[in-house]
């Protein structure tokens, strides 16, 4: 019947704005935190709990590309000093990344090392970034992404400022990324 059709549109168009909102929720609170980035709340953090944490958020997005997600931990109660949530959210940016990169198939890695610094890394075997794409990848609003906001490398790199730290990137194209961030090491709280 006509009805039952237009129930079927009406729910679509639901959907379709539900999604929007969603997408125009995420770019915003992206924009906020780049415009108004919040001081961090240095704790002592062990990292592989939020390692874990972060593997459990998008593990479903990989399992979709059938994608295997691997952990490289340092022995467990490696403690670093740094801000839980805005540290969590340089992973789940960089782990996104890596998933969208590749293709079904691939593998994802993410490590960390404590030594006289601290180096946490995601690894992918994607599509690799061209030396063009390296010099503006952490720019606002650059994105390859067609429904991207170009501000998640963006604000991967401030976070990792306000850590006093800094960022590293190899990749070849074809052959992976690995993008490495290295913080300092404090013994104490800051």
Same mark, same amino acid.
């Given at each position: 019947?006509?009805? *039952?059709?237009?129930?079927?549109?009406?729910?679509?168009?639901?959907?379709?704005? =539900?999604?929007? =909102?969603?997408?125009?929720?995420? +770019? &915003? @609170?992206?924009?906020?935190?780049?415009?108004?980035?919040?001081?961090?709340?240095?704790?002592?953090?062990?990292?592989? +709990?939020?390692?874990?944490? @972060?593997?459990?958020?998008?593990?479903?997005?990989?399992?979709?590309?059938?994608?295997?997600?691997?952990?490289?931990?340092?022995? /467990?109660?490696?403690?670093?000093? *740094?801000?839980?949530?805005?540290?969590?959210? =340089?992973?789940?940016?960089?782990?996104?990344?890596?998933?969208? *990169? @590749?293709?079904?198939?691939?593998? $994802?890695?993410?490590?960390?090392?404590?030594?006289?610094?601290?180096?946490?890394? &995601?690894?992918?075997?994607?599509?690799?970034? @061209?030396?063009?794409?390296?010099?503006?990848?952490?720019? /606002?609003?650059?994105?390859?992404?067609?429904?991207? +906001?170009?501000?998640?490398?963006? &604000? &991967?790199?401030?976070? =990792?400022?306000?850590?006093?730290?800094?960022?590293?990137?190899?990749?070849?194209?074809?052959?992976?990324?690995? $993008? +490495?961030?290295?913080?300092?090491?404090?013994?104490?709280?800051?």
């Amino acid at each position: 019947s006509r009805n *039952a059709k237009q129930e079927v549109q009406a729910k679509e168009y639901a959907d379709l704005m =539900v999604g929007e =909102v969603d997408r125009l929720n995420r +770019t &915003v @609170s992206a924009l906020l935190q780049f415009s108004r980035p919040r001081d961090p709340e240095i704790i002592k953090i062990d990292f592989s +709990t939020i390692a874990q944490k @972060s593997l459990t958020f998008v593990q479903e997005e990989a399992d979709n590309k059938q994608i295997d997600l691997k952990l490289q931990h340092p022995e /467990p109660g490696s403690n670093l000093y *740094a801000d839980p949530d805005l540290l969590q959210q =340089v992973l789940l940016n960089l782990l996104q990344n890596s998933i969208a *990169a @590749s293709d079904t198939g691939g593998s $994802i890695t993410l490590g960390g090392k404590i030594a006289e610094d601290i180096r946490l890394w &995601v690894r992918d075997t994607g599509k690799g970034i @061209s030396s063009d794409e390296q010099a503006k990848m952490f720019d /606002p609003f650059y994105t390859t992404k067609k429904d991207g +906001t170009g501000l998640g490398l963006a &604000v &991967v790199q401030q976070i =990792v400022e306000q850590h006093h730290g800094r960022i590293e990137v190899a990749s070849q194209p074809g052959e992976g990324t690995c $993008i +490495t961030i290295i913080l300092p090491r404090r013994e104490e709280q800051a």
